[in-house]
Nanobody
Framework: QVQLAESGGGLAQPGGSLRLSCAASAFIFSNYSMSWYRQAPGKAREFVANSNNRGENLNYADSVKGRFTISRDNVRNTLYLHMNNLKPENTAVYYC??????????WGQGTQVTVSS
């Protein structure tokens, strides 16, 4: 059964850092592009960052450029999101998404990130 399992969320202070992980299983991770999305309370889910299947062609939402870095390890089948200089408005549930050139799209269950002093 395909699974994307996010971890690494928690409570961080403004200006702090967190590293999110998304462990993939039961599909060929290296064939899939990967993204991070987030959803804040009362708001729609929004794009954060993405990577092609080789860890290239990285794209970021304007609000996180220069602070967040997406990366992936195709040996460990894991996607990462390094988040620095966190702000209260970054509080959200963060989701990873996998998709290929066909019709396959998979989502994880999300991990909560709370930025507060």
């Amino acid at each position: 059964q395909v699974q994307l399992a996010e971890s690494g969320g928690g409570l961080a202070q403004p200006g702090g850092s967190l590293r999110l992980s998304c462990a993939a299983s039961a599909f060929i991770f290296s064939n899939y592009s990967m993204s991070w999305y987030r959803q804040a309370p009362g708001k729609a889910r929004e794009f954060v960052a993405n990577s092609n299947n080789r860890g290239e062609n990285l794209n970021y939402a304007d609000s996180v450029k220069g602070r967040f870095t997406i990366s992936r390890d195709n040996v460990r089948n894991t996607l990462y999101l390094h988040m620095n200089n966190l702000k209260p408005e970054n509080t959200a549930v963060y989701y990873c998404k996998a998709w290929d050139s066909g019709v396959n799209i998979y989502w994880g269950q999300g991990t909560q990130v709370t930025v507060s002093s």
